[in-house]
């Protein structure tokens, strides 16, 4: 129990344009998830906390206006890089709060590189 | 910021027992050590967590010092899969926000 997918794993895309990557709590309600991001050789740093049905709680630091969460169902969040750069080339891994227990379980990451 | 300290890497051999350990200075009563861990390029994996009692699952053992300002996580068995960052971490109980520091990168030799 307790899995969490991501969608895509890997993308590419232009610079300029958005990205919109999934997470999914598979078989548990998550009313709170995480955004991480993680540059190579570095590690996970917390961008935002999202609650289903309210609006996300960003890091400082962290443009809400180009990291677009969206948490409408308890086991969807989205996270949406707009007008993506190359410095927004990154590893993004969200994560899922048990509702019930208060574990927390980890995404596989999607790999982003913005050319 | 991350609030433990742990050694920035650590070998030992494959069949034998791991011991990780980590610093937690500033633990408060209410806050959980957490232990987890990441393979190259994959999402973190939970492995344990305690308060003050010792813990014991099928991945690992916690054990926490009575002051509680230091745990250990030991792999009984290190097998070459167990290579990855392992990052220890202070929760409180109403606290939802994982902070990860350095970590310590285990590699695990044949």
């Known amino acids: 129990g307790a899995v969490v997918s991501q969608h895509p794993s890997w993308v590419i895309c232009k610079s300029g344009t958005s990205v919109k990557i999934e997470c999914r709590s598979l078989d548990f309600q998550a009313t709170t998830m995480f955004w991480y991001r993680q540059f190579p050789k570095q590690s996970l740093m917390l961008m935002a906390t999202s609650n289903e049905g309210s609006k996300a709680t960003y890091e400082q630091g962290v443009e809400k206006d180009k990291f677009l969460i969206n948490h409408a169902s308890l086991t969807l969040s989205t996270l949406t890089v707009t007008s993506a750069h190359p410095e927004d080339s990154s590893f993004y891994i969200c994560?899922?709060?048990?509702?019930?227990?208060?574990?927390?379980?980890f995404g596989p990451g999607t790999r982003l590189t913005v050319t | 910021d991350a609030k433990t300290t742990q050694p920035p890497s650590m070998d030992c051999a494959e069949g034998r027992a791991a011991n990780l350990p980590c610093n937690h200075s500033?633990?408060?009563?209410?806050?959980?050590v957490y232990w987890y861990r990441q393979i190259h390029s994959q999402g973190p994996q939970y492995i344990i967590h305690g308060l003050k009692n010792n813990e014991t699952n099928e991945m690992a053992s916690l054990i926490i010092t009575e002051d509680r300002k230091s745990s250990t996580l030991i792999l009984p068995h290190a097998t070459l899969r167990d290579t990855a960052v392992y990052y220890c971490?202070?929760?409180?109980?109403?606290?939802?926000?994982?902070?990860f520091g350095a970590g310590t990168t285990v590699t695990v030799r044949a």
């Open positions: 994560s899922a709060r048990v509702h019930t227990t208060g574990g927390q379980y």
């Open positions: 971490i202070d929760l409180g109980s109403n606290d939802y926000k994982l902070s």
């Open positions: 500033t633990i408060s009563g209410n806050e959980y």
